[in-house]
């Protein structure tokens, strides 16, 4: 959208806005903590949207993602929160901060390498994927079974519903896991490729990345029994 500016989180000072948004909009309540978590740790995953009008200065829109190690055998990439303000919905914004997301995470190194076939055909002590597995971007979130609004966005994205979590949430409601695979982009064929991501403004961007930022963290895994995090 022409309209809308989107940019990385630039620090601390955007906490208060990102809290507000997701707290008005989403029914999952989340603590300080959680957003620091998520946003200390992967500040250049997560995105905010803005109009264009200079006397507006709050966002409108924000994600917040993560990449972290998946039972220590591949990376994933992961959506938290994903929050639009109601008056401004229907102008492709939550897509256009998720595709913001994904492009981001390709960038970083995200390379999951054929997870399915890992998982069926070879022992968990397996670490080293054969080199003809492809490595592709997985990408996982959970929504509410009854959010139909965030499924149709997701599933026009691309994603698939994997598994329904019974009484997932804290207000008793049941969730979906999608999951979202991103072949893989060869950038070094000499092709010219075309992105339809709207861009990012650098002026307010100062992250630096890194060639690799998956690591392994402990607090919120992304194992099917203790997700803790959503994004709906």
Known sequence: MSDIIYRQYAGESDL??????????????????TFRYFLHQWPHLSFLAYPSDPSSSEPIGVIVCKQSMHKDLVNRGYIAML?????????GIASSLVR?????????????ASLLSLAFCYPPSYSVPPPTLSPFLQIVLETEFDNYAALSLYESLGFI???????????????????LV??????????????????????????????YRAIRVTPYSDDEDDDEVSSR
């Open 83 to 91: 929050s639009v303000s109601k008056n401004w919905r229907k102008r």
């Open 182 to 211: 991103v072949p893989p982009t060869d950038s070094d064929d000499g092709s010219d490729t075309t992105s339809t991501t709207p861009s990012v403004s650098s002026k307010r961007s100062g992250y630096r990345r890194n060639p």
């Open 100 to 112: 913001n997301s994904i492009e981001a995470m390709k960038e970083d190194g995200v390379d999951e």
């Open 16 to 33: 208060p806005h990102i809290m507000a948004l997701v707290q008005n909009e989403l029914s999952e309540p989340y603590v300080i903590y």
């Open 161 to 179: 519903r994997e598994k329904r979590l019974y009484r997932f949430y804290l207000n008793g409601k049941d969730a979906f896991r999608l999951v």
